[in-house]
């Protein structure tokens, strides 16, 4: 493996090995579009193509392994016989996972995986027709040339002052005496009616001796070029082919690597190699000069490579603004009161109004560079899908929308996780076999369908699956036999608690462990994940009709809208947006029923949590703020003391030292230097459920009653927080 010493081979290596994912993915989707339409010559050059980036690419870094073993893979897919090879989608699909394992292996220095096994696959592609390396052909067939950035760039000038090019191959009569002589006596007969750009192979090699190939500038007609290569007893055969310059044969990621140290590389490996190219110059290696390439070269030079590293940076510069504004502001406040009638009241007002309008563009402006589309994840499930269901026995189709919706890039890799989980599950479990579904009247193949979408400040991913949906019955059994449940507790729970139980540890309705499924590993995954981010996970279930999870995320963990209020003195937030309405009681409005505290609130009734201790006797007209929480499908009333209003709160995370419990999500400072604690209310929920069947023999109305005082200070003690 190589070793990058200078700080300009270290970048390009991190380059590549970031653009090299996106090849690969390209290179998964094309392998997908062949397995609809095989033998699809356009799709097999197209991967060619990909393969044909990776392969210089690699070289320019180093990566000598895996160049050679894409230009073995490349070679194979140049072959005509190539496209119509019945295991070509699963050899592609076997090269795509053998790269991506070298690439792991590359970033993180460890020995490469044998390839043997690839270059069986890869060789069987080639049993049916001789492997062309430039020798003598049976056919008219002779290997393609591929040219140098620079000899690319000599085609689109000629093509840009109006001059014609061709791509002119000839074969050698296998009977001629001086070969070497015959391509001197034919290089000269073309040069009389054009210019030769460039040749291939390099004269004096053993394969000048059976073809070559040429690129000829001229104004004369491709007949009379053809006519003047042909010499009795030295030319067997000529193909002239008119050159043009294609704008969508480049894969998305070939001009993110077009570097002037890789070019070079390219360069010296195309003339080692004897890799096939095809007649058409691709884009890519032509400058920004050339009109066809104009609009495509400006995108590129506007497009920056930036590591999150930095952007993060720049995001808390603009968190420390935002506290800045907030101490600006009260100052003014305080200003304001003390000289009502001072004049300056207005000026400062003015001041702070466009400050706070600048910071609020700059705040927004700094977030959209962290948003991605969401396409970027859903682009891995094809292949998954693909995979998964060919394990199952099922015929399943993917289908996705919404993939420009923009996720935080932070969300959206921890969210990959997850969503592999609930997609391998809807597979595995969800859909039907085809057979099963014929019966049923529905479509012998089952549709898992990705949806993205924002809903206010929040971003929705639904996954949803045309299958069985989930038998509520047969997880109320599995968590009995489990001992997750006693039979007295699942008599009262809804459904929509019933179905929660599929997402505790270890837990699977599964009827026998295969690869994919019944191991209780990975929606407990999905519930933890998704809490560390501030999100819900919600189910929802028809039987023989399907199952959908529904993903909400925040828009941003950064800076976010809250709440803030005071329980026994101390200071606490909560997301603005997960508070549903506020409302104002009495104490003697509260009820406890099976040791559940209950509000009716208009036509429903509420489970109360309470953060506080229960007040002493002879407080029933003390007065306090309920705040009604949205959790997914559930409700809650949050007691508090009183209302510290509205505040932009930029969220600090705290590490293990300062504080362990899960029940706090972060802390922030105030404009006059205060420091407030940002409830986690999904944990603040789970506990509270959680609470609900603890084995004290408590029964559960609505999955939850009111903890104990001691419970209470059992959690806070854990960590220093007041929950």
């Given amino acids: 493996?190589?070793?990058?010493?200078?700080?300009?081979?270290?970048?390009?290596?991190?380059?590549?090995?970031?653009?090299?994912?996106?090849?690969?993915?390209?290179?998964?989707?094309?392998?997908?579009?062949?397995?609809?339409?095989?033998?699809?010559?356009?799709i097999v050059r197209t991967m060619r193509r990909i393969v044909h980036t990776l392969k210089g690419d690699s070289a320019a870094v180093g990566f000598q392994e895996l160049s050679e073993l894409a230009h073995d893979f490349e070679e194979a897919l140049a072959m005509e016989a190539t496209a119509a090879h019945a295991s070509l989608t699963e050899i592609v699909f076997a090269s795509v996972d053998m790269f991506t394992a070298m690439l792991g292996a590359y970033r993180t220095q460890a020995d490469l995986p044998p390839a043997d096994p690839l270059r069986k696959l890869i060789a069987e592609l080639t049993t049916t027709k001789p492997k062309t390396h430039g020798r003598k052909k049976k056919s008219g067939n002779a290997p393609r040339a591929s040219w140098t950035e620079y000899e690319k760039l000599a085609v689109a000038n000629s093509l840009e002052a109006g001059q014609r090019v061709f791509d002119l191959q000839i074969q050698i009569d296998p009977t001629c005496a001086m070969p070497i002589a015959a391509r001197q006596?034919?290089?000269?007969?073309?040069?009389?009616?054009?210019?030769?750009?460039?040749?291939?192979?390099?004269?004096?090699?053993?394969?000048?001796?059976?073809?070559?190939?040429?690129?000829?500038?001229?104004?004369?007609?491709?007949?009379?070029?053809?006519?003047?290569?042909?010499?009795?007893?030295?030319?067997?055969?000529?193909?002239?082919?008119?050159?043009?310059?294609?704008?969508?044969?480049?894969?998305?990621?070939?001009?993110?690597?077009?570097?002037?140290?890789?070019?070079k590389a390219e360069e010296a490996n195309a003339r080692s190699s004897g890799a096939t190219e095809g007649h058409t110059i691709p884009p890519a290696a032509v400058q920004p000069s050339a009109p066809p390439r104009k609009a495509a070269g400006a995108a590129g030079e506007n497009i920056l490579r930036v590591e999150a590293?930095?952007?993060?940076?720049?995001?808390?510069?603009?968190?420390?603004?935002?506290?800045?504004?907030?101490?600006?502001?009260?100052?003014?406040?305080?200003?304001?009161?003390?000289?009502?009638?001072?004049?300056?009241?207005?000026?400062?007002?003015?001041?702070?109004?466009?400050?706070?309008?600048?910071?609020?563009?700059?705040?927004?402006?700094?977030?959209?560079?962290?948003?991605?589309?969401?396409?970027?994840?859903?682009?891995?499930?094809?292949?998954?899908?693909?995979?998964?269901?060919?394990?199952?026995a099922k015929d399943v189709q993917l289908a996705a929308s919404g993939e420009h919706t923009d996720l935080d890039k932070g969300l959206l890799d921890a969210i990959a996780e997850p969503l592999t989980h609930l997609v391998r599950n809807a597979v595995s479990h969800g859909i039907e076999n085809s057979a099963e579904r014929v019966r049923q009247g529905k479509p012998a193949h089952g549709t898992i369908r990705l949806d993205a979408y924002h809903q206010a400040n929040q971003v929705i991913i639904e996954v949803r699956d045309d299958g069985a949906g989930i038998d509520v019955q047969k997880v109320k059994k599995k968590a009995q036999e489990r001992?997750?449940?006693?039979?007295?507790?699942?008599?009262?729970?809804?459904?929509?608690?019933?179905?929660?139980?599929?997402?505790?540890?270890?837990?699977?309705?599964?009827?026998?462990?295969?690869?994919v499924s019944g191991r209780g590993v990975g929606l407990d995954v999905v519930q933890t994940i998704l809490q560390r981010l501030k999100g819900t996970v919600q189910v929802e279930t028809e039987p023989g009709q399907g199952t959908t999870f529904r993903l909400q995320l925040p828009l941003t963990l950064a800076i976010i809208k809250a709440l803030l209020f005071r329980v026994e003195e101390r200071l606490y937030a909560i997301p603005l947006n997960t508070v549903g309405e506020i409302s104002r009681t009495q104490e003697s409005e509260l009820h406890e029923v099976s040791g559940c505290e209950l509000l009716q609130l208009r036509n429903q009734v509420l489970p109360i949590l309470r953060l506080g201790n229960r007040p002493e006797e002879g407080t029933s007209e003390r007065k306090v703020f309920v705040l009604l929480i949205h959790m997914g499908e559930r409700k809650f009333g949050l007691l508090v003391d009183a209302l510290e209003g509205e505040e932009e709160l930029v969220i600090k995370a705290l590490d293990d030292q300062t504080i362990e419990t899960d029940l706090v999500s972060g802390a922030s400072v105030l404009g006059d230097g205060r420091v407030v604690l940002i409830l986690n209310l999904v944990a603040l929920v789970e506990r509270f459920l959680?609470?609900?069947?603890?084995?004290?023999?408590?029964?559960?109305?609505?999955?939850?009653?009111?903890?104990?005082?001691?419970?209470?200070?059992?959690?806070?003690?854990?960590?220093?927080?007041?929950?």
């Fill in 1 to 42: 493996m190589s070793q990058f010493s200078d700080e300009r081979s270290e970048e390009l290596r991190e380059l590549f090995l970031e653009t090299s994912e996106e090849l690969l993915q390209s290179l998964n989707e094309e392998a997908l579009k062949l397995e609809k339409t095989p033998g699809d010559g356009e």
């Fill in 690 to 723: 959680k609470a609900g069947h603890d084995p004290d023999g408590l029964p559960a109305l609505g999955g939850a009653r009111s903890t104990t005082p001691a419970e209470r200070a059992a959690a806070a003690g854990a960590g220093g927080a007041h929950p």
């Fill in 309 to 392: 590293e930095r952007i993060d940076a720049v995001l808390n510069l603009v968190g420390e603004l935002i506290i800045g504004k907030s101490m600006l502001q009260q100052a003014i406040n305080e200003f304001s009161s003390r000289f009502p009638k001072d004049q300056m009241r207005g000026r400062f007002a003015d001041a702070m109004a466009f400050q706070a309008r600048v910071l609020g563009d700059l705040q927004r402006a700094v977030m959209k560079v962290r948003m991605v589309p969401v396409e970027q994840l859903f682009r891995r499930f094809p292949r998954m899908v693909r995979d998964v269901a060919k394990q199952c």
């Fill in 185 to 263: 006596l034919i290089w000269k007969a073309v040069a009389e009616i054009g210019e030769v750009l460039a040749s291939r192979p390099e004269a004096g090699s053993a394969e000048a001796s059976a073809w070559f190939e040429l690129l000829v500038t001229t104004d004369r007609s491709k007949e009379e070029l053809a006519a003047k290569s042909t010499i009795p007893t030295v030319v067997s055969e000529v193909k002239v082919e008119p050159v043009e310059m294609e704008t969508a044969e480049t894969p998305p990621a070939a001009a993110a690597t077009a570097d002037s140290s890789a070019a």
């Fill in 483 to 515: 001992g997750i449940l006693r039979a007295e507790e699942a008599a009262r729970l809804s459904k929509a608690e019933i179905l929660g139980l599929i997402f505790r540890p270890g837990f699977s309705t599964a009827d026998q462990i295969t690869e």
